[in-house]
Nanobody, 123 residues
Framework: QVQLLESGGGSVQAGGSLRLSCAAS????????MGWFRQAPGEGREGVAT???????RYADSVKGRFTISKDNAKNTLYLQMNSLKPEDTAMYYC?????????????????RGQGTQVTVSS
């Protein structure tokens, strides 16, 4: 059974940092590409960052230079390091995995999706 379990969310002040984790199980982690998505209240879900099976990363313009996506194949874990957080980063954050080697930005196109972790940034 495939599981994606996010953790690391919380409440921080603007300018602070958080590191999100996504523990994966039940599939061949290293061969899948993965992504982080977020959804703010009243907004649609947007892509934040993706990482291909070879480790190539891509970022939304809104987080470029502040967020870093990475993965540890030995631990079957995906990470999102978030620095210089802004109030507009407040959202539920979700990880997702796709059996393709290169990920896209369409959330529903991913094979597996987690339940999310809340990030709240206060000004």
């Amino acid at each position: 059974q495939v599981q994606l379990l996010e953790s690391g969310g919380g409440s921080v002040q603007a300018g602070g940092s958080l590191r999100l984790s996504c523990a994966a199980s039940g599939y061949s982690f290293r061969s899948y590409c993965m992504g982080w998505f977020r959804q703010a209240p009243g907004e649609g879900r947007e892509g934040v960052a993706t990482i291909d099976s070879d480790g190539s990363a891509r970022y939304a313009d809104s987080v470029k230079g502040r967020f870093t996506i990475s993965k540890d194949n030995a631990k079957n874990t995906l990470y999102l390091q978030m620095n210089s957080l802004k109030p507009e980063d407040t959202a539920m954050y979700y990880c997702a995995a796709d059996r393709e080697s290169v990920c896209g930005w369409w959330y529903l196109g991913y094979d597996y999706r987690g339940q999310g972790t809340q990030v709240t940034v206060s000004s």
